[in-house]
């Protein structure tokens, strides 16, 4: 198994910034691929971004393409989400997920238990 903390969520204002970190343990953190999924409420959990084991690629849904930067710490067994320029459409509970197979948008084996984003208007 391989546990997932999120931590760095809060309230902002619109345009403002959050950084989001995933602590990971229980496996080799550098053979997974990872990523953060958020969700809205009453609505599905929807794909922000990921980032290959290597660091060599990342991936991003088209609404936070160029606000949104995902990176990794293999030393430190750590994810980051930086996050830009925030809209209230941004807001919801973001989720650190992690897989050995998939490194962009799709079904991730682990999740962690989220952390919320609120960005008022």
């Known amino acids: 198994q391989m546990q997932l903390v999120e931590s760095g969520g809060g309230l902002v204002q619109a345009g403002g910034s959050l950084r989001l970190s995933c602590a990971a343990s229980?496996?080799?953190?550098?053979?997974?691929?990872m990523g953060w999924f958020r969700q809205a409420p009453g609505t599905e959990r929807d794909f922000v971004a990921g980032?290959?084991?290597?660091?060599?690629?990342?991936y991003y849904s088209d609404s936070v393409k160029g606000r949104f930067t995902i990176s990794r710490d293999n030393a430190k067994n750590t994810v980051y989400l930086q996050m830009d320029s925030l809209k209230p459409e941004d807001t919801g509970v973001y989720y650190c997920v992690a897989d050995l197979w998939v490194p962009g948008p799709g079904e991730y084996d682990y999740w962690g238990q989220g952390t919320q984003v609120t960005v008022s208007s």
């Open positions: 229980g496996r080799t953190f550098s053979s997974y691929n």
């Open positions: 980032i290959r084991w290597k660091g060599d690629k990342t």
